[in-house]
């Protein structure tokens, strides 16, 4: 059973730095990883996706690396603002046939002005 | 512009009775999936369905129901409300056959049971 977990559950950053946020997950057959924002009572907005075959993704000031071998992946986030505040999730895509999302629980990022 | 909605946004309903959550998309989408979102669990897969006429069982499937009867919507049943079902839902929907396709999400029902 495909498990994912986020570290660290929470993070406080003063604005303007550089933060990366870890997410594991014990199954490496995968399809694909997925990186999403929430915002507090908000819904579910995709910021990255990677494929199994490919090792990052870059999107602005986000860039996402994927591990498939090791079963890990980082969200790196450059020059934080206090816009970047809210729960980030990590999701992986397995399961053979019957392929679905499992999430793990998120970050819950605070960027200070 | 293609979307995801869900209706209603909040419901309040006291227990054993029956509750049924829309969630339509415009992508014409042939996947679409219902999550719950709890604190401490994160987002859990209830039902999900590949097609018109398909649903499967998540890992959370019981006191739910879906029917898929069209390729736009997925509605979700709780055929006799519990306590335990307060919680988020979210509705989502991805693209192909492929497994390899991004997920979308709709901004959630906030279900409370009384």
């Known amino acids: 059973k495909q498990e994912v977990t986020q570290i660290p559950a929470a993070l406080s950053v003063p604005e303007g730095e550089n933060l990366v946020l870890n997410c594991s997950f014990t199954d490496s057959a995968i399809y694909n990883l997925q990186w999403f924002r929430q915002d507090p009572g908000k819904g579910l907005t995709s910021l990255l996706l990677i494929q199994s075959s490919q090792r990052e993704q870059t999107s602005g000031r986000l860039n996402a690396s994927l591990d498939k071998s090791s079963g890990r992946s980082t969200l790196y986030i450059a020059a934080s603002q206090p816009g970047d505040s809210a729960t980030y999730l990590c999701?992986?895509?397995?399961?053979?046939?019957?392929?679905?999302?499992?999430f793990g629980k998120g970050t819950l990022l605070t960027v200070n002005p | 512009d293609a979307e995801i909605t869900q209706s209603p946004r909040h419901k309040i309903t006291e227990t054993g009775r029956q509750v049924t959550l829309a969630c339509h998309q415009t992508w014409n989408h042939n996947n679409m999936f219902w999550y719950r979102q709890d604190l401490g669990h994160g987002l859990r897969l209830i039902h999900y369905?590949?097609?018109?006429?398909?649903?499967n069982k998540g890992e959370v499937s019981d006191g739910y129901s879906v029917s898929r009867s069209n390729t736009e919507d997925l509605p979700l049943t709780l055929e006799s409300a519990a306590s335990s079902q307060t919680s988020v839902y979210f509705c989502?929907?991805?693209?192909?056959?492929?497994?390899?396709?991004?997920?979308?999400f709709g901004p959630g029902t906030r279900l409370t049971v009384l």
């Open positions: 989502a929907s991805s693209g192909g056959l492929s497994a390899y396709n991004e997920q979308f």
């Open positions: 369905s590949y097609g018109v006429h398909d649903t």
């Open positions: 999701a992986v895509k397995s399961g053979g046939s019957n392929y679905k999302l499992t």
